[in-house]
């Protein structure tokens, strides 16, 4: 089992920035590929970013490259997406998740075996 806890989200203006985390426990041992997702209300789970297990590849959703970065720091267990440029559409509950699969790049959410409980994330124009 593995247990995340995301954190970091709040209140923002558009062109502002945000730095989410997510601290991973349990068993955290085989550095699992994590991912981002958000939700915003009335709509499905979308996918945001990925990174591979040791952070040597990103992928990341046309809506928000070149304005996130997602990297993660495997001594602590963390992962982060840092999000500049924020949009009003950006808003959302966001959603780490940690997947242990082969193909690359895992979009879809179906792929993920744990997630987090979400954090709230709301641009303001």
């Known amino acids: 089992q593995v247990q995340l806890v995301e954190s970091g989200g709040g209140l923002v203006q558009a062109g502002d920035s945000l730095r989410l985390s997510c601290a991973a426990s349990?068993?955290?041992?085989?550095?699992?590929?994590m991912g981002w997702f958000r939700q915003a209300p009335g709509k499905e789970r979308e996918f945001v970013a990925v990174?591979?297990?040791?952070?040597?590849?990103?992928y990341y959703a046309d809506s928000v490259k070149g304005r996130f970065t997602i990297s993660r720091d495997n001594a602590k267990n963390t992962v982060y997406l840092q999000m500049n440029s924020l949009k009003p559409g950006d808003t959302a509950v966001y959603y780490c998740?940690?997947?242990?699969?082969?193909?690359?790049?895992?979009?879809?959410?179906?792929?993920?075996?744990?997630w987090g409980q979400g954090t709230q994330v709301t641009v303001s124009s």
């Open positions: 349990g068993r955290t041992f085989y550095n699992p590929r």
């Open positions: 990174i591979s297990s040791y952070g040597t590849s990103t």
């Open positions: 998740a940690a997947e242990s699969g082969s193909s690359w790049p895992p979009k879809t959410a179906v792929s993920y075996d744990y």
